[in-house]
């Protein structure tokens, strides 16, 4: 284990060092102390400690500073503050620390740090994956995380406000959205001192879930705009990629109808669909009417073609994500008619005859019925 002490003052970081060493010399690998902030950070990079100790009363910069500049560096440095004060521990765990000692430093209580320490490094370790392939956020019906071609990861979130900052952080996009703001969406009705403390606890819910899933997301804190923002230079977002997929669709291209079959099947299932967020509805909306338009597309293809079976497929999944396409209900029939398959059009026509008259009291639409009656005189059924 490589550990950094950095405090301005010598004698400080002299007993701790001598603590450390004398106590836990097996699990240290070496000991670097920093009386000057702009040293440690240079020193930072190349030696990467395993967890920084780290003083908040310096002249330099403030502890609480550095630890940003520190995550900012490598967010899985671990980070323990030691000061002389305590009324800046909301503060520390705010900013992802995993210990707050108290000086004059006590054995015991160093003996509890040094334990949490190893702890989370070894939890770490063992979730060591290989992220040479890019990261990726899956955002469509509900969230999870993709370690390069590794399995999807599902995040256990400790409470569901963590849970949907952390998709309204998504939602912005790499956005600074102000503290102000998360309070009035999060916690109205209290406030705006309890509110800060309760957004806190939140955001370090949020950055503890992360690291135990083992995806490298930062959550950056701007104290000078009083705002949060997830930064997301290296991680994909599935909803962004399809949309992306969509945008560089051509027909005068060869391959046209592969590309908009992969632009169909891919589409997984409404963005954070399983969640009822009423700030992600525009967006859902907006995504849902995209997927639709391409998937009578590829309706209208398969009816060109005479693929019935993959026809079938499309019209029913359009039918799971949105119920009242009944302008759709036509082709199925056909589809349904040219394989032969009796019992189904007769099934599929009295379920969704049923269903538009109870969902939106409107009979279905009138060539369907058209259809469907002149279709019974065919067969005398």
């Known amino acids: 284990m490589k550990i950094m002490l950095i405090d301005d003052e ?5 007993q701790l060092e001598m603590m450390l060493k ?5 699990s240290i690998d070496e000991v670097r ?10 020193e930072i990079s190349s030696f990467v400690p395993d967890v920084v100790f780290l003083d908040i009363h310096m002249p330099e910069m403030s502890g609480l500073e550095v630890a940003e500049r520190i995550h900012q560096i490598n967010p899985q440095i671990e980070i ?3 000061t002389a004060h305590d009324q800046f521990a909301l503060q ?19 003996e509890k740090t040094f334990s949490r320490i190893k702890n989370r490094i070894n939890n770490s370790s063992s979730k060591l994956v290989n992220h040479s392939d890019k990261q990726k956020i899956l955002c469509m019906n509900t969230i999870r995380f993709q370690l390069g071609s590794g399995d999807q990861i599902y995040p256990k979130w400790r409470t569901a406000k963590a849970q949907e900052l952390f998709a309204y952080l998504i939602h912005r996009r790499g956005e600074y959205v102000s503290k102000d703001k998360i309070i009035n969406m999060f916690t109205p009705e209290i406030d705006k001192k309890r509110g800060l403390t309760q957004l806190y606890t939140i955001v ?8 135990e899933t083992g995806i490298e997301l930062f959550i ?6 009083e705002s949060y923002c997830l930064k997301l230079e290296d991680t994909s977002l599935d909803f962004v990629e399809w949309e992306q997929k969509v945008k560089q669709l051509n027909k005068n291209i060869s391959g046209f109808y592969e590309q908009l079959e992969d632009i169909v099947f891919s589409y997984e299932g409404h963005y954070m669909g399983e969640y009822d967020y009423v700030w992600a509805d525009s967006e859902r909306e907006r995504l849902l009417q995209l997927w639709l338009l391409h998937a009578k597309m590829l309706v209208e293809h398969y009816e060109f073609t005479k693929e019935w079976t993959k026809l079938i497929k499309v019209v029913e999944k359009q039918f799971l994500f949105n119920p009242y396409e009944y302008n759709q209900v036509l082709p199925l029939l056909i589809a349904f008619s040219n394989l032969g398959q009796v019992d189904k059009i007769k099934h599929y026509y009295a379920r969704y005859k049923k269903e538009c008259y109870e969902e939106l009291e409107l009979p279905l639409p009138d060539e369907v019925v058209a259809w469907y009656e002149n ?3 065919i067969h005398l059924v």
């Open 22 to 26: 004398q106590n836990y010399i097996d």
């Open 80 to 82: 323990v503050f030691v």
């Open 33 to 42: 102390a920093f009386q000057l902030v702009s040293e440690a950070l240079e």
């Open 375 to 377: 279709w019974e005189k």
């Open 92 to 110: 520390a765990f705010e900013l992802n620390a995993l210990d707050y000692l108290l000086k004059p430093l006590m054995l015991n209580r160093l």
């Open 220 to 225: 950056e804190n701007n104290s000078i705009q």
């Open 10 to 14: 010598r004698l400080a970081n002299m």
């Open 204 to 211: 370090y819910q949020i950055r503890r879930c992360l690291k």
